[in-house]
Nanobody, 120 residues
Framework: QVQLVESGGGSVQPGGSLTLSCVGF????????MGWYRQAPGQERELVAS???????DYVDSVKGRFTISRVNAQNTIYLQMNNLKPEDTAVYYC??????????????WGQGTQVTVSQ
């Protein structure tokens, strides 16, 4: 069955960095636009970064300039490099199909996500 496995989360201080990974099993991620979503406590899950099949990336304003999404097709992996982290970045992070600025809905089974906590 199709499976997405996220990893790389952790606890960091404001200003710190983390790199998240998303590996796909039984599905070739390079076939579709992919995105990183996050869900903070009490809030809806939101798409914060996306990357096209051709590796063009897009970001919501709140993370632009701090986050970088990338894909390594040979590894069937999507990455999210997060720098200058802020407390408001605290959330569970997930990957799935998606594209900012389009109506593409997440279409793969959700993984377990990876927790990112930013605090003093």
């Amino acid at each position: 069955q199709v499976q997405l496995v996220e990893s790389g989360g952790g606890s960091v201080q404001p200003g710190g960095s983390l790199t998240l990974s998303c590996v796909g099993f039984n599905y070739i991620l390079s076939r579709i636009p992919m995105g990183w979503y996050r869900q903070a406590p009490g809030q809806e899950r939101e798409l914060v970064a996306s990357i096209t099949i051709g590796a063009i990336s897009d970001y919501v304003d709140s993370v632009k300039g701090r986050f970088t999404i990338s894909r390594v097709n040979a590894q069937n992996t999507i990455y999210l490099q997060m720098n200058n982290l802020k407390p408001e970045d605290t959330a569970v992070y997930y990957c799935n199909s998606g594209s900012l600025g389009s109506t593409l809905e997440p279409g793969l089974p959700w993984g377990q996500g990876t927790q990112v906590t930013v605090s003093q």
